[in-house]
């Protein structure tokens, strides 16, 4: 069974930096991406960043060029990357993992099918 275990997310002030990892386990697929995901209260989960198999990043037009998603294969770790950070980026941030060829955009959660708890973040102004 896949398991995913975020950390890293705190309260920072707007235009600080923090790094976000996920650890995960219990692979048994030759091919995996990942992505992560974030979900304020009242809003729906919505993508982040995702990293395919092949090394191929994507990100949400809101966070371009301020996050940085990357992938470290030997540790089995994912990490996310944000600097200048904003209040609107304040939510519970969620790591995701699927195995073998992705099963729709990288920003759809239908996707992956294995989630961590989440970490928060929280940026004030």
């Known amino acids: 069974q896949v398991q995913l275990e975020e950390s890293g997310g705190g309260s920072v002030q707007a235009g600080g930096s923090l790094r976000l990892s996920c650890a995960a386990s219990?692979?048994?697929?030759?091919?995996?991406?990942m992505g992560w995901f974030r979900q304020a209260p009242g809003k729906e989960r919505e993508g982040v960043a995702g990293i395919d198999s092949n090394g191929f990043r994507s990100y949400a037009d809101s966070v371009k060029g301020r996050f940085t998603i990357s992938k470290d294969n030997f540790k089995n770790t994912l990490y996310l990357e944000m600097n200048s950070l904003k209040p609107e980026d304040t939510a519970m941030y969620y790591c995701a993992a699927g195995g073998g060829w992705r099963r729709g955009p990288w920003a759809a959660t239908s996707a992956y099918n294995y989630w961590g708890q989440g970490t928060q973040v929280t940026v004030s102004s």
């Open positions: 219990g692979y048994t697929y030759s091919r995996v991406y």
